[in-house]
């Protein structure tokens, strides 16, 4: 049995991700902030809680600790946590906002990475999936017939940047571990909100997140997808 971590994984697109992959017989961890949160949404459907805050060192290295001792390893890490930070005009941004944004969605990836490598090296195919968006892509925020087109959030669409090099810079350093980029599109979450008006069900949001957590080992790497296939950077 194939074991998948989720950060953010008590609500939203975690939360969906989480209950998909148990129907298809994974074993599913989900890492909440908040622990007791965390068992309440696991038991509701069938997976197990550890928790972790993305933006604490100390947190997520007790996460992999735990996760050691009970599985040993991790075929399937699902980087989801993230904020938005406001939808902000780039006037208005300060850098308090930015650190901020920063340290949970681009930081905090390197946090799990850094803590679930050796994790992931003890899986005979280990697969890291990180949650990005169209947002982060420069072609569609330049091209004026996209929504991404429309949304001006300095903040948030750099920090979803970051998290697609990463995605490419990790993939070129360890070609051992498939790692990809899923774009959800905006879905009705905490985190999209009101900010757009093509929302669409989180569980149609998930499709290539799921897509790329369960590739085979001719699957790709070093990728950025949405629900109809390669995105463009």
Same mark, same amino acid.
């Given at each position: 049995?194939?074991?998948?971590?989720?950060t953010?994984?008590?609500?939203?697109l975690?939360y969906?991700?989480?209950k998909?992959l148990?129907t298809?017989g994974?074993?599913?961890?989900?890492?909440?902030?908040?622990l007791?949160?965390?068992?309440?949404t696991a038991?509701?459907i069938?997976?197990?809680?550890?928790?972790?805050?993305v933006t604490?060192e100390i947190?997520?290295?007790?996460?992999a600790?735990r996760l050691?001792?009970?599985? +040993?390893k991790?075929d $399937?890490? @699902? &980087?989801n *946590?993230?904020i938005?930070g406001?939808?902000n005009p780039?006037?208005?941004?300060t850098?308090?906002?930015?650190?901020a944004?920063?340290?949970?969605?681009?930081?905090?990836?390197?946090?799990?990475m850094?803590?679930?490598?050796?994790?992931?090296?003890?899986s005979?195919?280990?697969v890291v999936?990180n949650?990005?968006?169209g947002?982060?892509?420069?072609?569609m925020?330049t091209n004026p017939?996209?929504m991404?087109?429309?949304v001006n959030s300095?903040?948030?669409c750099?920090?979803k940047?970051?998290?697609?090099?990463?995605?490419?810079?990790?993939?070129? +350093?360890?070609p051992? $571990?498939? @790692? &990809?980029? *899923?774009?959800?599109?905006?879905?009705?979450?905490?985190l999209?909100?009101?900010?757009?008006?093509?929302?669409?069900?989180?569980?149609?949001?998930i499709i290539?997140?799921?897509?790329?957590?369960?590739?085979?080992a001719?699957?790709?790497?070093?990728?950025?997808?949405?629900?109809?296939g390669?995105m463009s950077?």
């Amino acid at each position: 049995m194939r074991v998948v971590f989720i950060t953010g994984g008590n609500k939203g697109l975690g939360y969906e991700a989480a209950k998909q992959l148990v129907t298809k017989g994974y074993k599913v961890y989900i890492g909440s902030r908040d622990l007791v949160r965390g068992k309440e949404t696991a038991q509701t459907i069938g997976a197990y809680a550890i928790q972790v805050d993305v933006t604490d060192e100390i947190s997520v290295q007790k996460a992999a600790d735990r996760l050691n001792q009970i599985e +040993g390893k991790v075929d $399937i890490l @699902i &980087n989801n *946590a993230g904020i938005s930070g406001g939808f902000n005009p780039p006037r208005d941004i300060t850098v308090e906002t930015m650190t901020a944004v920063y340290n949970t969605n681009v930081f905090g990836i390197v946090r799990m990475m850094r803590h679930f490598i050796p994790l992931l090296e003890q899986s005979a195919q280990p697969v890291v999936v990180n949650v990005s968006s169209g947002l982060g892509s420069f072609d569609m925020v330049t091209n004026p017939e996209t929504m991404e087109s429309k949304v001006n959030s300095l903040a948030y669409c750099s920090s979803k940047s970051a998290v697609n090099m990463l995605t490419l810079q990790y993939a070129k +350093g360890l070609p051992h $571990i498939q @790692i &990809n980029s *899923a774009d959800p599109g905006a879905t009705n979450t905490d985190l999209v909100g009101d900010a757009s008006n093509n929302a669409k069900p989180a569980s149609e949001g998930i499709i290539p997140i799921i897509r790329l957590a369960t590739i085979d080992a001719n699957g790709p790497t070093g990728t950025f997808e949405n629900q109809h296939g390669t995105m463009s950077w």
